[in-house]
């Protein structure tokens, strides 16, 4: 992976207004800058892009809530990265107050010259596709090519445990856990797969037993089944004959029935054609008195009329008269506020007026103090300039006390690490002495420990043999159980077949049909009882032995956890027993180096009490003191003038108003004038009564048309009221022609319905006659059908006795067809349980070639030579040769044996000691080596899957030589990676790279960066 582009928005000290920082312009940089102005930010946008994961506080679950700038309301990161010749890009971004996270996940496509989308469902899924490509979690990188900052010790000070599975993330062997599962997988399917096709194969075998005695039943039911049909035939051939006789019968009982209801139906209309005629009759009745009033309604009617010409007219004039009084109403409201208008205007010149009077009075009053406003003023100018020049001189001084300062605190830095120094020497001393004080209780302690550690390894060999007795007793038990399954089904089966035979009153066997005799079934049944007999024998037996399992079972748990507990106490003796030798081991080292590190105590405490340290910076102070002394600087007169000065400070705002109040007694003179001469206008204006002259004689002209129109309201009134007493004469002439035009249809219809009538009556006298006919003929069916219920009753007993020889001539033919399928079966069978057993033994071998024993532990032990080599390489430029790791996979064991381990021991010129014993500089050099190592290896073995660099780790604990080695390790390894990138803030180490990503954060902003070649 080789960083492209990075952009930041909202990001951490980060704004929305940041270009993108572009890798391509380098191999090697250092990102400097101040503490606090965002370096780290940047990897920490590297790593929440990738994999959602920055540095957190420690209380929270997620750094999403953290890495916002403080202020806004989201926070957006891409970054762009090219990985085996394709490049990606990964967007993310997080909603503060939603807290939702979006991630965008795409790859360039050069066909298209644009990016293609590679983003899942969710977020989750597109997070599992991004650690898929780059076949690595956040875990692995920081412990890896990223060397965050304060976590150089990542990898050193993990337990060994967790160091192998960061070796084993590194050289990707997550991919062989993959596959030795997939193994297993398929192991056990293979197995319970034999294991199935063998029972399946045994059940196959015991069905064909059977085949000869279906193929005899069959050929018995074929000659019983051909008896039957020609039975049938006659039977069928008599039925058809009387059943055709019966259906001349059952054609004319039908046209019995048929003109029976016709009968029903004539005489049901004649009944209602009475009703029709009744109603028709009533309603005729009804039209005709309203045509005994026809003279009344039409006088109504034609008053109606008349009224309803009166009232249009009138409406005109109404409209007409109303339109000219709304007119009326609009001009008067016209002149009105016209003169309203005119009033407001006067109002408003006089405001103006008072206005203008008050600016001359506040001017007046200001220009009376012009001659002390004016020498206040030209004083005040006259310290600002005494002000400026002891400034000038305070500035200076303050450049020289802060050049002091520095070198005031340089001085201390010193004295401070001097100090640093002696008190590590005195704690090494203080845990040396402590240590050497401990050999004899330490041997004690390893001779007690290996007693517990043979105790322990006994009660392991009894737990094993437990474990293998009670593996072997819940074997056997399933055993039993499932034989006893099977035992209660054949109980289940020969119980039912007893039943069948004890019921059945027929004297062929329920079961496969054939004859039986009275000593054929007393034999049977005897049978049946002795299979019975010995089954429950076996079941009972078998229950026996299941109880006995259980007890041994329940015995073996007890033993099982009596072993537990005398264990649990003893289950830390192999790691005490390492912990008490290795201590040990500490002790007596401690008594050897205890004598040096007194000597060299000796000689740091002499240099702090002579302070014989820093000479340069302590001159440098001196010179400096003579150069303030020879500026002469006073800061009690420099005080009294600001004060002075800030006492004079009112005449600037007071020569001001002065200034303006010049100008508007001027302007408020002249206004004056003009606004006094307006006044006398507006008011001649009102009390003439010159305006709205046009609207006063349009107003006058509208009442005299009012007057012409003439619009009577009461006559008006009356004819509305006389129409409204009329208001159904037009309904009544309406009725009036309906009933006239109803009564002659009515009098057609009643016509028509008396000849219907007679028509219906003689064909009901017909149909009657043709019913007596049929009823004579139907006499002979009732004996007919008799007959045909009789043959039928003997077809059914014969039918069905051929549907019981037919259901048992299928079922044999069925059992046949099975058996023929059963035969396949056991020849396809026989061959997939052939495979199964050969994939079973190739399952088995993957599953351990595959798994932590196989080749993930040759991958991991031809990897630690790498690094162990890569890490002495670095080491031996880190500190001339003087130092040496050594990292073992096994460890020998006081008690005999082996155990797998992943320590790390560090040598030099003094031997073998902890990591814990050594200094902050000794310590960082190695944990530096070791994890440029582990880089160099996930860049190799990854297959060029990562090709960066970064070391965000602060160098304050290395000296000027130490500082000089590191960068020209930096340099060695820098043609393994295609970037490297180290973050620092001291001015010794980022002057020794070619190119600089400079740092800084603005208050306003936020922080920037900027490229220094």
């Keep these: 992976m080789i960083p492209v582009s990075l952009q930041l928005k909202n990001f951490l000290s980060y704004g929305d207004d940041v270009d993108p920082l572009d890798f391509t312009e380098f191999d090697v940089a250092c990102l400097s800058g101040n503490n606090g102005h965002g370096k780290s930010a940047i990897l920490d946008a590297i790593t929440w892009s990738l994999w959602g994961e920055a540095r957190k506080a420690g209380g929270e679950k997620s750094a999403n809530e953290g890495l916002v700038r403080i202020g806004t309301p989201e926070m957006h990161v891409e970054f762009v990265f090219d990985l085996e010749g394709d490049r990606y890009l990964v967007h993310r971004s997080y909603q503060r107050k939603s807290r939702k996270v979006q991630l965008d996940f795409q790859v360039f496509d050069e066909t298209t010259n644009g990016y293609k989308p590679l983003t899942e469902q969710s977020v989750r899924a597109t997070q599992q596709k991004i650690d898929a490509t780059l076949r690595m979690n956040y875990e692995t990188f920081i412990n890896s090519a990223f060397i965050l900052q304060g976590r150089v010790d990542e990898f050193t000070k993990k337990r060994p445990r967790k160091r192998k599975e960061i070796f084993a993330e590194i050289l990707d062997l997550a991919r062989y856990d993959q596959l030795a599962a997939r193994a297993k997988e398929c192991h056990k399917d293979a197995k319970n797969q034999c294991i199935l096709l063998k029972e399946q194969i045994q059940n196959i075998e015991k069905e064909l037993q059977h085949k000869a005695e279906y193929t005899q039943k069959l050929a018995d039911l074929n000659q019983r089944i051909a008896d039957i049909d020609d039975l049938l035939s006659t039977l069928e051939a008599r039925r058809q004959a009387l059943e055709t006789q019966q259906g001349d019968l059952l054609t004319k009982q039908a046209q019995l029935q048929e003109r029976t209801q016709h009968h029903r139906q004539l005489q049901t209309e004649l009944a209602n054609l009475d009703q029709k005629k009744t109603r028709l009759q009533d309603r005729l009745k009804t039209d005709q008195r309203i045509l005994d009033q026809e003279q009344a309604i039409l006088t109504r009617y034609n008053r109606y009329l008349e009224l309803q010409n009166q009232s249009v007219a009138l409406e005109e004039q109404h409209q007409r008269h109303a339109a000219c009084c709304t007119r009326q109403r609009e001009l008067e409201h016209e002149i009105e506020r016209l003169r309203l208008s005119v009033q407001k205007d006067l109002e408003h010149q006089q405001f103006r007026q008072s206005q203008a009077q008050q600016v001359l009075a506040d001017a007046e009053q200001i220009l009376a103090r012009e ?91 009894k737990l094993l043999r437990n474990k293998d007795e009670g593996a072997e007793c819940r074997s056997r038990r399933d055993a039993l159980q499932k034989e006893q399954q099977r035992l209660r089904e054949q109980l289940q089966d020969i119980e039912e077949k007893q039943t069948l035979l004890t019921r059945s009153e027929t004297p062929q066997c329920p079961l496969c049909a054939s004859d039986l005799d009275g000593r054929k079934r007393e034999e049977i049944e005897a049978h049946f009882r002795r299979e019975l007999q010995q089954l429950q024998e076996k079941i009972r037996e078998n229950d026996h032995h299941i109880e006995q399992t259980a007890v041994r079972l329940e015995a073996l748990r007890a033993n099982y956890t009596q072993l537990e507990r005398q264990m649990k106490p003893l289950q830390r003796a192999s790691t005490q027993l390492v912990q008490a030798e290795t201590a040990l081991q500490e002790s007596q080292k401690a008594a050897n180096e205890l004598q040096q590190l007194q000597q060299k105590l000796a000689k740091l405490q002499a240099q702090l009490a002579d302070q014989d340290y820093a000479p340069a910076d302590h001159a440098q102070l001196a010179e400096l003191e003579q150069q303030i002394a020879a500026l002469a600087y006073h800061q009690e007169e420099h005080t009294a003038l600001k004060q002075r000065k800030e006492t004079l400070t009112r005449f600037e705002h007071e020569h001001t108003k002065l200034q303006e109040a010049r100008e508007h007694h001027q302007k408020a003179s002249a206004v004056l004038l003009e606004i006094e001469q307006e006044i006398a206008r507006l008011q001649a204006q009102l009390e003439q009564g010159e305006y709205a002259r046009q609207q006063r004689a349009a107003l006058q002209e509208l009442l005299d048309q009012i007057q012409a129109i003439g619009y009577d309201e009461q006559r008006h009134a009356q004819i509305r009221q006389e129409l409204t007493d009329l208001h159904d004469a037009s309904q009544n002439k309406y009725e009036l022609d309906q009933a006239r035009h109803r009564a002659e249809l009515l009098r057609q219809e009643l016509e028509e319905l008396r000849t219907e009538y007679a028509q219906k009556f003689e064909s009901l006298e017909a149909l009657h006659q043709q019913m007596q006919e049929l009823e ?44 023929r399928q059963l035969e396949r079966e056991w020849t396809e069978k026989t061959t997939t349980k052939n495979q199964a057993d050969h994939d079973q033994t190739i399952y088995g071998h993957l599953t351990r070639i595959f798994g932590k024993d196989g080749i993930q532990a040759y991958l991991i032990e031809n990897a630690i030579p790498e690094v162990e080599d890569e890490a002495n390489q670095l080491l031996a430029r880190l500190t001339d040769n003087r130092t040496h790791i050594t990292i073992e996979s096994v460890k020998d064991l006081q008690s005999g044996g082996t155990k797998e381990t992943l320590d790390i021991k560090i040598s030099d010129e003094l031997g073998t000691r902890r990591y814990e014993m050594y200094s902050g500089g000794e310590a960082f050099r190695v944990d530096f080596a070791i994890r440029i190592a582990l880089a160099k290896l996930l860049a190799n073995r990854a297959g060029t899957r990562l090709r960066t660099l970064v070391i965000d780790e602060g160098f304050g604990t290395q000296d000027a030589h130490g500082l000089e080695q590191l960068v020209e390790a930096i340099k060695t390894i820098s043609a393994d990676f295609e970037k490297i990138l180290v973050i620092t803030h001291l001015d010794d180490l980022k002057e020794a790279f070619p190119v600089r990503i400079e740092v800084v954060k603005y208050p306003d902003i936020g922080s920037q960066y900027q490229i220094v070649y």
């Design 371 to 461: 001659q002390e406003i004016e020498q206040g003023f030209q004083e005040l100018q006259a310290a600002r300039e005494q002000d400026e020049r002891w400034e000038q001189t305070r500035r200076e001084v303050d450049a020289l006390e802060r050049e002091g300062r520095e070198l005031e605190k340089r001085i201390d830095q010193h004295k401070n690490h001097l100090i640093v120094e002696i008190q590590a020497v005195q704690r090494h001393i203080a845990e040396l002495k402590a240590q050497a004080d401990q050999i004899s209780a330490r041997e004690e302690a390893v001779s007690r420990v290996r007693e517990a550690v043979a105790e322990l390894t006994a009660l392991e060999q």
């Design 776 to 819: 004579h003929a139907l006499t002979t069916l009732p004996a007919l059908t008799q007959e045909i219920t009789h043959i039928k009753t003997e077809i059914q007993s014969h039918g069905r006795e051929r549907d019981v020889l037919l259901q048992q001539w299928g079922t044999y033919e069925n059992k046949l067809e099975h058996c």
